[in-house]
């Protein structure tokens, strides 16, 4: 936030210029660190292993808080949830169908943007207009006042001067803002409602590439248990003078790089359960249970009404109607005929988004059904090859490379299904207000 914007939001907000941030800066980070700290306590609380004193500190805290902000003004009441909702959004379990619910709880950007809102609630466009021309006005006095109490022959005149012209520059930089105003309270409020549905997504994504990350593990245990066999006879090979000492360095590099696969699948599987529990109120180090995604039927992508889904994501866009508001509050000019073209291409980029999506979902739904396919063909083959190597008519590294192919088609199956839940998601939340738009 520039300097400028900061004193005309604090002028709007009674701050009155005085805090070096702006009044609502003074105190939502704080909010947001303490429903993240209330979420983590309570979670804990549920749990094995909480910490001892968590609840009597977060009750402190609450307290603390409380005196510059209503307990109210960040955490939705007892009666907003049934007790059952209220017991399973403070538990230690995190499931993707909560994902909404917890993030409007317990997201802190969320909450400080609630507490923000109440400052904008019901505020017109004159009234943010006029709190930039307020700002510019007084500016303008205090340049003019300093070059009106001092003469180029007082010392000092140097710096009153580069002092005046610089609240000059201020004044015309408010003035500017204050004359392009188009905003008002309740396009405040589709930006907040965006931005809690673009995190929604996106805490969505990241459990579904967490679950991602854990079907793939078995298949990558399976490829190291495979060629760490596959070495091991290798070395039996090269002692015997079958084998090379450059192809058991190659069958050893192998091994490495199988477990090395193994170590970057848990580390990017770690990093996105942290961004979880960061994202969702629980402190970064916590271990939350992060129930398993379910996979929508595969004939769920063949209901959609194309033509119908194109028109209710041009009514339901946060973008979009936020764009139509400004544009009612954007005079004549150059500036009117930009936001007119935003206005009108917005309408036509939202609907070739949504058909983007929706031929992303149809080749999602292309590539599960073929690796389901695939599964299938391929536990055929294993349950031949477990037959065979119990009548030993194939060997132990032939059985371990059948049972490694076994588990690489499930883990591609289990992942193509993943990645068709994401595909649909994605559908769904272009047709459900989040649908990309020109400037977005």
């Known amino acids: 936030m520039t300097e400028n914007r900061r004193k005309a939001e604090d002028k709007l907000r009674g701050c009155g210029g005085v ?30 292993g909480r910490k001892p ?33 209220w017991a399973s959004l403070r538990d230690n379990v995190m499931e993707y169908e909560e994902l909404a619910d917890l993030i409007h709880e317990y ?33 303008y006095d205090a340049s003019d006042k300093m070059m009106d109490t001092t003469d180029e022959d007082q010392p000092g005149y140097g710096s009153v001067a580069a002092n005046a012209a610089l609240s000059r ?111 969702t109120g629980w402190s970064y180090d916590a271990e939350p249970e992060i129930r398993e995604i379910s996979i929508p039927g595969i004939e769920e992508a063949d209901r959609i009404d194309l033509a119908a889904d194109k028109e209710k ?3 339901t866009n946060y973008s979009q109607a936020a764009n139509e508001r400004r544009l009612k ?14 206005v009108e291409s917005g309408l036509q980029q939202i609907e070739a988004d949504v058909e983007a999506r929706y031929n992303q979902l149809k080749q999602a739904q292309s590539d599960y059904i073929q690796a389901e396919g695939e599964y299938q063909v391929e536990a055929r083959s294993a ?11 194939i060997s132990r590294n032939e059985y371990l490379q059948q049972q490694g192919g076994l588990a690489s088609k499930e ?15 994605d559908y769904r939340w272009a047709v459900n207000g989040l649908a990309q738009t020109e400037g977005t």
């Open 19 to 48: 805090c070096k941030n702006t009044a609502i800066g003074c105190g939502i980070k704080r909010a947001g660190q303490m429903a993240s700290g209330i979420r983590a306590g309570r979670k804990q609380d549920a749990g094995a």
């Open 53 to 85: 004193g968590m609840r009597l500190g977060m009750l402190c805290l609450a307290a603390s808080l409380s005196v510059s902000f209503p307990m109210t003004a960040w955490a939705s009441p007892e009666f907003a949830y049934s007790t059952e909702k």
């Open 107 to 139: 997201n802190a950007t969320i909450i400080n943007n609630r507490l923000e809102y109440d400052e904008y609630r019901g505020k017109s466009n004159d009234d943010l207009k006029n709190a930039y021309q307020d700002v510019a006005d007084h500016l």
């Open 169 to 279: 520059v201020q004044a015309e930089q408010n003035q500017d803002t204050a004359d392009a105003m188009n905003e008002d309270g309740y396009v405040k409020k589709l930006e907040y409602d965006r931005q809690e549905a673009s995190l929604v997504k996106e805490a969505q994504t990241k459990m579904n590439s967490y679950w991602q990350k854990v079907k793939q593990t078995p298949a990558l245990e399976e490829a190291a248990r495979t060629a760490q066999s596959q070495y091991e006879s290798m070395g039996v090979k090269a002692a015997q003078g079958m084998a090379t000492q450059a192809e058991l360095l190659g069958a050893q590099e192998k091994v490495e790089a199988a477990r090395a696969a193994i170590e970057a699948n848990e580390k990017e599987r770690d990093d996105l359960r942290r961004e979880l529990c960061v994202m």
């Open 313 to 315: 994501a041009q009514e």
């Open 329 to 342: 509050h954007t005079g004549n000019g150059n500036q009117f005929d930009v936001m007119v073209r935003k």
């Open 383 to 393: 349950q031949a090859a477990e037959r065979r190597y119990q009548l030993g008519a």
């Open 411 to 425: 883990s591609a199956r289990d992942v193509a299904g993943l990645k068709f839940r994401q595909a649909m998601e």
